[in-house]
């Protein structure tokens, strides 16, 4: 029975909420929003209609409260809830809860949910449609080292340790020795129930390198069910998705009718409605097989979106209202190529340990076929209670050279600044040749290790002479003293002007002299000559060696932030003179990221070997193991399990063992 929605309540939060609150509003229906206290200056607050607090910070105390959220929902007379994707979208009991509210709940009905929310439980009934399955086995936590032993020798090694319910690379390990499955089982289990809410995992047969294709899926309450083709999503790090395509460029048609006609079944086995995605990992000889089915819309949609012309948003909401799957939609076509990227802060030279802070600066160029879905702005405080993502960046062209390049071009074109980023291993992995081959499989970031992809994308030495020249131009408008001095003049001139940069943890040592409009410089001891075309506290534009460029400049304090045509720089101002009481003992070790203390495992005055795990820690939903660097003695712990740290914290000091 058709049942018009007039007013949405959106379970979610930040791009994923902004987005759906747009496609609403374009129908005529009414928006409600939820928030949490980290959220309350969030863009998405505010562009919804209404908006709900949810008090509290973490998700346990906020969006995965569905009593809450249901409570909300009738507060503000929503009729209907979008979960988005995340947290409650993929919760047959949420699902449940919602209807028997009275609410629409935009997504499958609840006992699809339940039956793929267990992975096990979908592979048996994929198998039993005929949808091909890899080998796999349940854990249940009771099991002795001996038991997990007899399983995985059954399964077969190499092998992967995942979470039943739930997905996004958590609670999932790669277990290649046998020695190592015990203490991954324990591993994957913990992040699954802080993730999930439910630790169970089950061991399943890896493939080595395999692709990672999935298909978009569209099912009616009629029972219709068809596919909207296949997304790329093979470049991953810690299991979890940092590129996508559409079209993959290694299906070509036969094994896309072979693709769509297992992902149909799959739908129809389960009585699919709304939106969902069958994911499958491709085998090198065109062999396939189902890795799990997600109900929900997916990150990576928009993809789909672009080469069809479709809103997969406004879809699932017109068949929540009850409306079959439209003509349109049955009969898209691919047109062009799309690639998004998943921008996330994080440090990728130091392993993907996210990162937090203030964004001073977070902007985008206009560009044709680029698109960017975001829930943050200039000012936004990325903390580290949620995903760690900022923006995906979405390029639409004719080719999938063309999309490529001007997916490049705008991510190195944007200003962002005051967080560490993924942005130049994305970059890289643009204009890298084996990714322009097509050669995506999943060990593309094994063959190419992640950190020496970004640093090939990194911004040169200029960028300091840059942010010395606007500095010198910024401390002259501050004192405008003897104007007619020319700039940088000194009275005794083989004294060099010098300024010391941080930059990427390196310093970064500047020492220039100005002659008129030319500049006679070093970088690290290494010459440079520059013509000084105009300099403000905020551009620079010179010339070097032929090639003239613009540089925007922005300080924030002792930070710097250069952006141009060659990269961007994130600079820290080295003071001339260091605070010793700032200065770390020597053999701390500092937390790499902001964070919960989880464990504690070992005690002041152990001895302890190099590698020994000594804290772990949990942010943004992912654990980081902190372990002695060399042999020692644990001099001094400053940390205990439950408080929160922030980075470059001390949290023990190691010494030298006898």
Not at 182 to 207: M, N, P, W, Y
Not at 554 to 571: E, I, N, P, R, T
Not at 596 to 611: D, I, M, Q, S
Request: aromatic share 6%; with cysteine; charged share 20%.
């Amino acid at each position: 029975m058709n049942r018009a929605i007039t007013k949405l309540l959106i379970a979610n939060r930040g791009e994923i909420a902004a987005r759906i609150a747009r496609t609403a509003h374009g129908l005529g229906i009414g928006t409600v929003a939820l928030y949490s206290d980290p959220d309350a200056d969030a863009p998405y607050v505010t562009l919804a209609d209404e908006a709900v607090r949810l008090p509290g910070a973490a998700p346990a105390d906020t969006y995965l409260r569905g009593d809450l959220i249901i409570a909300a929902a009738a507060a503000t007379g929503a009729d209907a809830v979008h979960p988005g994707y995340g947290f409650l979208s993929e919760n047959a009991a949420f699902a449940r809860a919602c209807a028997d509210a009275g609410l629409i709940f935009v997504g499958p009905a609840a006992d699809t949910i339940a039956a793929m929310g267990s992975k096990t439980g979908a592979k048996a009934i994929m198998a039993a449609a005929g949808v091909p399955v890899l080998p796999g086995l349940t854990v249940t936590g009771q099991e002795g080292d001996a038991d997990l032993a007899e399983a995985a020798t059954r399964v077969g090694f190499p092998l992967l340790v995942k979470a039943a319910f739930g997905g996004g690379g958590r609670g999932m390990r790669l277990v290649t020795d046998p020695e190592e499955l015990s203490e991954a089982v324990s591993s994957a289990r913990r992040e699954a129930a802080s993730a999930f809410g439910d630790g169970t995992v089950f061991l399943e047969r890896f493939v080595t390198d395999p692709r990672h294709i999935e298909a978009q899926i569209l099912g009616d309450t009629a029972g219709t069910v068809i596919h909207l083709f296949e997304r790329e999503c093979s470049i991953q790090r810690r299991y979890q998705k940092i590129v996508e395509e559409c079209p993959s460029p290694a299906v070509d048609q036969d094994l896309r009718d072979a693709l769509a006609a297992a992902a149909e079944a799959a739908g129809q086995a389960v009585g699919y409605t709304g939106a969902g995605t069958v994911e499958f990992v491709l085998d090198r000889d065109g062999s396939f097989w189902f890795l799990e089915m997600n109900t929900r819309l997916q990150v990576e949609h928009p993809v789909t979106e672009e080469v069809t012309g479709l809103d997969l948003v406004e879809l699932q909401l017109r068949m929540a209202e009850g409306e079959p799957v439209p003509s349109r939609a049955r009969q898209a076509r691919i047109s062009g190529h799309a690639i998004e990227v998943r921008l996330y802060a994080e440090d990728v030279a130091a392993g993907f340990v996210p990162a937090t802070g203030v964004l001073h600066r977070f902007r985008f160029p206009q560009a044709p076929g680029i698109r960017v879905d975001t829930g943050f702005r200039d000012g936004s405080v990325v903390s580290p209670h949620y995903d760690a993502m900022l923006a995906k960046v979405i390029a639409h062209g004719p080719t999938r050279a063309e999309a490529a390049r001007r997916l490049a071009r705008a991510l190195g074109q944007a200003a962002i600044h005051g967080v560490t980023t993924n942005r130049d291993l994305l970059v890289a992995i643009l204009r890298e040749p084996e990714f322009l081959a097509g050669g995506t499989d999943t060990g593309y970031l094994t063959r190419h290790e992640p950190a020496a992809l970004a640093a090939a994308a990194a911004p040169p030495a200029r960028h300091a002479l840059a942010a010395a020249l606007a500095r010198q131009a910024r401390h002259r408008a501050e004192a405008p003293v003897l104007r007619t001095v020319p700039s940088g003049w000194r009275n005794v001139f083989s004294g060099p002007q010098r300024v010391g940069y941080a930059a990427a943890g390196q310093p970064r040592e500047v020492t220039y002299r100005i002659r008129g409009d030319r500049v006679d410089a070093e970088i690290d001891g290494v010459p440079l000559q520059a013509l000084v075309r105009a300099a403000t506290p905020d551009q620079v534009d010179l010339e070097i060696g032929g090639t003239r460029r613009v540089y925007r400049v922005h300080q924030v304090g002792a930070d710097v932030y250069v952006d141009a045509g060659d990269g961007s720089s994130a600079l820290s101002e080295i003071p001339r003179f260091g605070d010793p009481a700032k200065l770390a003992p020597a053999g701390s070790l500092l937390a790499p990221m902001p964070g919960l203390v989880l464990r504690v495992l070992a005690e002041p005055g152990a001895v302890v070997t190099a590698g020994q795990p000594l804290l772990v820690l949990e942010a943004m939903k992912m654990e980081q193991t902190v372990s002695a660097p060399a042999d020692g003695v644990l001099a001094e712990l400053r940390a205990k399990a439950g408080e929160q740290v922030s980075t470059g914290q001390v949290l023990a000091v190691l010494e030298a063992g006898d």
